[in-house]
């Protein structure tokens, strides 16, 4: 059986906070690691894309790098349009997504954009770029797909 997205080893897994310096001491102190945070890029950079619009948003995130080639990522999203913002409005503080190195991303955001996993939200980083994907009626997740340039 060919994997969908060429690969099945977890990245990330996301959660969605109202405060990440609170939450981000917690998960410190109950891991015994000490996180990495950015901010990320504003739109001239990112050039970030909600549901096929242009959108200001940004967030703070805190990395804890558990594993080899594990992260939990902490995101406190601004108040503009984003996956971030909606899902904490919506849902509360909790898991967001599970996240996957790929390559080939246009590739893969059609692929899963024809299984019925349309694209929420795309945009770059230093050194690659993001999608995330709409997965939840059949995965009960949002996916997000991480590819470094």
Not at 42 to 59: F, I, M, W
Not at 80 to 86: K, L, V
Not at 95 to 117: C, P, R, S, T, Y
Not at 127 to 145: M, W
């Amino acid at each position: 059986m060919d994997k969908m997205i060429g690969t099945s080893t977890v990245a990330q897994i996301g959660i969605l906070v109202h405060d990440i310096e609170k939450t981000a001491k917690v998960y410190s102190e109950f891991l015994g690691v000490e996180p990495k945070f950015v901010t990320t890029d504003a739109y001239n950079q990112a050039e970030t894309n909600y549901l096929g619009s242009p959108s200001e948003a940004r967030a703070k995130l805190a990395f804890f790098s558990v594993g080899p080639s594990l992260d939990i990522e902490l995101i406190e999203p601004d108040e503009h349009p984003s996956t971030w913002r909606h899902d904490l409005d919506k849902n509360g503080e909790g898991i967001h997504h599970i996240a996957f190195f790929i390559k080939g991303m246009d590739e893969k955001v059609m692929v899963l954009n024809q299984k019925n996993m349309p694209l929420l939200q795309r945009g770059k980083y230093t050194g690659g770029e993001y999608s995330y994907i709409d997965a939840t009626d059949d995965l009960k997740i949002v996916l997000e797909l991480l590819e470094n340039h």
